[in-house]
């Protein structure tokens, strides 16, 4: 059964960092391309950021460049997004999700196979 679990959400205050983790299992994930999205109260899930199945591309969103950084681990078949300097409008469910793509994409359509989800709520 092919599945993508999440982990590292959490509460954290402006100015804060978390780490994302997402861990694939009934699948080999060095063939797929990563991307992770999120999704806030009232508004359209939106691509943060992605990683090729190498890893030797990536791409982020506006507003996430500079603060967020995709990076995986084929050999624990995980991929990670480290988030800092976190601000409150980052507050979202936050998903990855795989693709056979060999280009990665921030379209949620191009994707197959999605998580549950994690949610980062940034609060004071």
């Known amino acids: 059964q092919l599945q993508l679990v999440e982990s590292g959400g959490g509460l954290v205050q402006p100015g804060g960092s978390l780490r994302l983790s997402c861990v694939a299992s009934?699948?080999?994930?060095?063939?797929?391309?990563i991307g992770w999205f999120r999704q806030a109260p009232g508004k359209e899930r939106e691509g943060v950021s992605c990683i090729s199945n190498s890893g030797g591309s990536t791409n982020y969103a506006d507003s996430v460049k500079g603060r967020f950084t995709i990076s995986r681990d084929n050999a624990k078949n995980t991929v990670y997004l480290q988030m800092n300097s976190l601000k409150p409008e980052d507050t979202a469910v936050y998903y990855c999700?795989?693709?056979?793509?060999?280009?990665?994409?921030?379209?949620?359509?191009?994707?197959?196979?999605w998580g549950q989800g994690t949610q980062v709520t940034v609060s004071s």
């Open positions: 009934g699948f080999t994930l060095h063939y797929y391309a």
């Open positions: 999700a795989a693709t056979l793509f060999g280009v990665a994409t921030m379209l949620a359509g191009d994707y197959a196979y």
